[in-house]
T-cell receptor, first 115, second 111 residues
């Protein structure tokens, strides 16, 4: 069974559309994350959720809204998509809270292309 | 200047060679992660360390907190080790906002 899964794997859409990326983990972890990897392969943290509560929100436009219906799911909704949103988005999870001493498990990534 | 610098940016080695990838950081940290990103894009956490040395199979990671430096070593390298290796540090305050990534080292191991 896949530990951290994301859907869809590829997403191609037009500017101005609203789209969602889903993430699920079956590891029983308490914390989930969303990362963005740009065209230069640079990873940046976007959000972190612990027990369904947002514990950090990096300087991300408010067009991006994470939604966590339960501890195992953290979905990313993006409104009014822009060209600059094209990137690979990774979901991850870890035990406990924060990053300190807990290994992170990554999903396979979702490649978003905005035309 | 990025707070986390990796070197080299690109590395090509022959199968069997001993490989070292370096990560230097300029701020106080509480933990450092080494990640591996496969050619297909998947990311795997290799190590998380805050002091000393860890070993897993042919991979060894070391960290020197005083020198603000970590190294990832691969012994008896193999073509399947070809990937991007990413260093990430958690700053001492522990905020998730402050997990900072290096730009990665592209490793290619030739048969």
């Amino acid at each position: 069974d896949t530990a951290v899964s994301q859907t869809p794997k590829y997403l191609v859409t037009q500017m101005g559309n609203d789209k969602s990326i889903k993430c699920e983990q079956n590891l029983g972890h308490d914390t989930m994350y969303w990362y963005k990897q740009d065209s230069k392969k640079f990873l940046k943290i976007m959000f972190s959720y612990n027990n369904k509560e947002l514990i950090i929100n990096e300087t991300v436009p408010n067009r991006f809204s994470p939604k966590s219906p339960d501890k195992a799911h953290l979905n990313l909704h993006i409104n009014s998509l822009e060209l600059g949103d094209s990137a690979v988005y990774f979901c991850a999870s870890s035990r406990g809270t924060g990053f300190s001493y807990n290994e992170q498990f990554f999903g396979p990534g979702t490649r978003l292309t905005v035309l | 200047k990025n707070e986390v610098e990796q070197s080299p940016q690109n590395l090509t080695a022959q199968e069997g060679e001993f490989i070292t990838i370096n990560c230097s950081y300029s701020v106080g940290i509480s933990a450092l992660h080494w990640l591996q990103q496969h050619p297909g894009g998947g990311i795997v956490s290799l190590f998380m360390l805050s002091s000393g040395k860890k070993k897993h199979g042919r991979l060894i990671a070391t960290i020197n907190i005083q020198e603000k430096h970590s190294s990832l070593h691969i012994t008896a390298s193999h073509p399947r080790d070809s990937a991007v290796y990413i260093c990430a540090v958690l700053l001492s305050s522990g905020s998730a906002r402050q997990l900072t990534f290096g730009s990665g080292t592209q490793l290619t191991v030739l048969p």
